[in-house]
């Protein structure tokens, strides 16, 4: 797909992988709406692009059915038309095991990385079966692949989002419309502190807002590279996009030993959480 004079819809473009984007996207000669429950988030992307009108921003909570659902006309109002669709916004819960989560704790990363990515799709579908090409793109996760001990219910939601996006690939078939799913591994953005939780084990994260650095051993992909990957994927129209070594490791693993892949990340979780 070509990127250049496409509009495209980002939700959780006030930071993380979804700003650089953002950020690349406008770089290549594209038109975005930014949409992040954060204010603040929104106008440092905004400062970072300077991109004059090519970028708008929308304060949106996506668990907000309604307010999802009046996105379409308030982007095309400002943008003309919408071309893409990217599903970026996530969280996280505290790292805690099902029996010790509580279901308020459940429903609240279900009802944003589910029904978030849901309400966007069902919102801007029909406007995006209108264009002469289009493209939903949602994030999955690594843990959507493999059950990730003490992140069961983001899993959950991740592999919820997997199998819906992957219902989109089948049924889309023959129209303009290209679907991606994405499975980042682990990246080096804020999402703990984003999600107001703390990092395994306990680990702060720095002043600056970053992550805070991993356990030994475990290597994280840069921001700015998982959207360098992200908007590769969106040009070639790829349907599947592994970001890291460990996303695209355990995808292997996981289909030729399933129980294998399951104890090994259970090993690697208990070392760290202790």
């Known amino acids: 797909m070509q990127i250049q004079d496409k ?8 930071n993380g992988i979804a700003r650089e984007v953002v950020l690349q996207l406008l770089a290549k000669g594209a038109e975005v709406a ?3 429950l954060s204010e603040t988030g929104l106008a440092e992307t905004a400062q970072l692009a300077n991109a004059g009108d090519r970028l708008s921003t ?3 909570d996506v668990t907000d059915r309604a307010a999802v659902e009046a996105l379409p006309d308030a982007v095309k109002a400002t943008h003309g038309r919408v071309d893409g669709l990217l599903n970026i916004a996530g969280i996280i819960h505290r790292f805690a095991p099902i029996a010790e989560l509580t279901i308020e704790e459940i429903e609240k990363v279900i009802r944003i990385n589910y029904w978030g990515t849901v309400y966007a799709v069902k919102s801007f579908l029909p406007d995006l079966l209108a264009r002469p090409e289009a493209l939903i793109l949602d994030f999955s996760s690594m843990g959507g692949l493999v059950p990730v001990p003490g992140q069961g219910a983001y899993g959950s939601s991740k592999a919820a989002v997997k199998l819906f996006t992957e219902t989109l690939f089948a049924e889309l078939q023959g129209t303009n419309v290209h679907v991606t799913v994405v499975f980042p591994g682990g990246v080096s953005t804020n999402i703990t502190g984003n999600s107001g939780v703390e990092a395994p084990g306990g680990r702060k994260a720095p002043s600056d807002g970053s992550q805070p650095k991993p356990p030994k051993g475990i290597t994280l992909t840069t921001p700015q590279d998982a959207g360098r990957q992200v908007v590769e994927a969106i040009e070639r129209n790829t349907p599947r996009l592994l970001i890291g070594k460990d996303a695209k490791g ?3 693993l996981g289909r030729i030993s399933p129980v294998r892949a399951i104890l090994t990340v259970q090993r690697q979780m208990k070392a760290i959480l202790g």
């Open 7 to 14: 509009v495209f819809v980002v939700t959780g473009g006030g």
């Open 34 to 36: 930014a949409l992040d």
């Open 58 to 60: 929308h304060i949106v």
């Open 250 to 252: 355990l995808d292997k």
